[in-house]
């Protein structure tokens, strides 16, 4: 087996405190790959990646069964992108799992660049689906685990959702289906950081109560704090367990987690960052993890 | 009963209406049986519907493989996006609705999930054009113009039934994402009396004729040939090119059959904005072939509800209709000739 063949079989709570502070390590990593490609733009859904590291964390270097050297390897785990504008997230994750060269992180969102802005599965490594355009990742999903299912695959579909993408009907169709079919092997991940691209998400569209909404649909709902990676790896394992019906984790999240200088930022959906202040973000970065 | 009943009158009848002629040969549902036979041979064959197998003659295959059928309900967006996830672990699906419900609601999921990553996902959109009489609500007047500019996608407006049982192989043999215009219930059956076999992106030339090539495209080319048959008997010699893949367009037999004198006709059930005219036309003006096109295609309008055979002379689609329109370009109907350029709004004065 080579070493990289994910993943660590998430083993009981025995050694929850070495595994709880080997994701940290990788969400700081992951942090740190989001401040790259976000200096390369200067702006961008930075406040997004910071706030969703500690989930991606979890999901790509403790969750995920993948092969980074083999990414169509049938029996993977999918991990879908629904929320496109992710994807410098995602790439960072990547990154760190080794999906992606680190130093290919430098061409985000370049002329040429395998890395565009809004990822791509038709050239972008390790994308399962093409992004952009929101409320597509839980449909695709849907079929993908009925199609695993009926070929006798045990592979698991994770859907990385934002609370913004809930305004689009396209995903609770999905999440009806979903429900409809018994598809135990999909996990939607929502993450909720209460801002959308008019504003606050209860001042576009109100989505809550998001627990009493996905239970309705027939999910089996469980809501953390998406900074907490205690609090995730338990939800993520109880949620592995989970027989008989889809699987919803709500995440809170903060945007700019971990970079104070990026936390209490006005217009964070799509964040403007001046050239002197990302030495100071990664300054404070690093300080966040000595403590 | 009184005697001042009023005089029963042509219905709208039923979403669903035959348009084959009393007394014409069909076929019943071939495109389910079909879909079957291919099933047979291609474990990896899969159908789903939204809420329309009965409709779509999706309930025969989902009858014999009940496994192999997946019913998402009324929900055509997470339909299409689920196919293309079926698509991505390896299974070919065929997913059926409207053909409205495919191109209006859910083009996004169509273009995105399906068309840009080139999945081999078969998209299957039943009352194409003007096939039904409920109304605009149902009738997909426009689905060539919405998905002719989509990159990637086949596009299949099959005549009949032997069209049908042809192309579904060949629509899954196909590596890309397809989309047929069904024809469901009792399909006419006409094609097998002609020298011909449905294959994928070649229009096929019918019949030959002198005077007057009609190309056509779906249930059109039934039509035309009745058409043809009819000038025939008033010595009009009337060829007919069917063209059953609108995309991509078989150009060179286009241009083989429109760099002619003859007068050239094209036959739609589609809107005459984005379909079959326009794409003749356009393949004659990029190669710098001045022929003049004459449409038969619905106007650019929401059409009226009512029984098909009413709407179908209204809108110029009935074998009566074409060849009156064919009569009248030729200027055998009336005293006066018409002028080849009868179309213009100002006449050609170079």
Redesign the interface.
Known sequence: MTALSSPQAPAGTAHRPERVERIRQAAHRIRRNALVMGEVQGQGYIGQALGVADVLAVVYTDQLRHRPEDPHW?DRDRFLLSIGHYAIAAYAAMAEAGIIPIEELETYGSDDSRLPMSAM??YTPGM???G??L??G???????????R??G?EARVFDLLSDGELDE??TW??A??CA??GLDSVTAIVDVNALQADGPTAGVLRTEPLVDKWQAFGWHALRVDGNDVTALVAAFDEIRGHRGSPSVLICDTRIGCGVPLLENREKAHFMRVDEAEWQIARNQLQEGLAR | MTSTAPRKKLTTSAMIASFADPGQRTTSAPFGHALNRLAEERPEI?GLSADLAKYTDMHVFRDAHP??F?Q??M?E??M????????????V?FASTYSVFATRRAY??LC??IA???LNVNVVGALPGLTTGYGPSHQATEDLAILRGCPNLTIVDPCDSVDIEQAVPALAAAPGPTYLRLLRGAVPTVLDEYDYRFELGKAAELRTGRDVVLISTGLMTMRALQAAERLAADHVDVAVLHVPTIKPLDTAAILRAARTDRLVVTCENHSVIGGLAESVASTLAFAGAGTRVVPIALPDEFLAAGALPTLHDRYGLSTDAIVAKVRAELGRTGEEQPSAWAADPVPATA
């Open positions: 049938p599965a038709s399962e689906i093409s952009g355009s409320g597509h839980l449909g695709v999903a849907t079929g993908m685990a009925l199609g695993l009926h070929l695959n009907g396209a169709e999905a009806m289906a409809h079919h | 899969v496994d192999r997946f998402m309900g929900a967006q997470v299409l996006g689920a196919a293309a996830g079926m698509a991505e672990v390896g299974l699906p996004d999921f995105l999930d840009e990553p080139g």
